[in-house]
């Protein structure tokens, strides 16, 4: 089942909800891309995302093993960078949505987070 809209070839970006997220990375249908910033992933990220900040992104870091030739779901703390995130990898052909309301909302449906250090949060 693919979840991203086709059209002239190029990338398209929209917005997922924390649960759809989920499942559609959790069965390999995507890749969970977390473009927040090196002391937000080490406070606590989602099972299986890979990390990319988005101050690298739009700088022309190239993306991570595993990621390159497969859709994106990016994922921030509120849902602006990822959606910024996404509008990015869409104009460059890459098919990727964000998730809408970022680890905050996908701590709050009390889905996965792993990596929470004494203090850190998630969102």
Same mark, same amino acid.
């Given at each position: 089942m693919f979840f991203f809209r086709r059209g002239s070839g190029r990338g398209t970006s929209g917005?997922?909800?924390p649960h759809q997220a989920h499942r559609r990375t959790r069965s390999g249908e &995507?890749?969970?891309l977390?473009?927040?910033e090196i002391?937000?992933?080490?406070?606590?990220?989602a099972p299986d995302a890979v990390h990319l900040p988005l101050s690298r992104l739009l700088t022309g870091a190239e993306l991570p093993v595993g990621v390159a030739g497969r859709p994106v779901v990016a994922i921030c703390r509120s849902g602006n960078r990822s959606?910024? &995130?996404a509008k990015h990898l869409a104009a460059k052909g890459i098919e990727a949505v964000d998730v809408r309301g970022g680890m905050t909302a996908w701590t709050?449906?009390?889905?996965p987070?792993?990596?929470v250090g004494k203090g850190g949060s998630a969102a």
């Open positions: 917005r997922l909800t &995507a890749v969970l977390d473009v927040r002391s937000e992933w080490k406070a606590g990220h959606q910024q &995130a709050q449906a009390g889905l987070v792993v990596g």
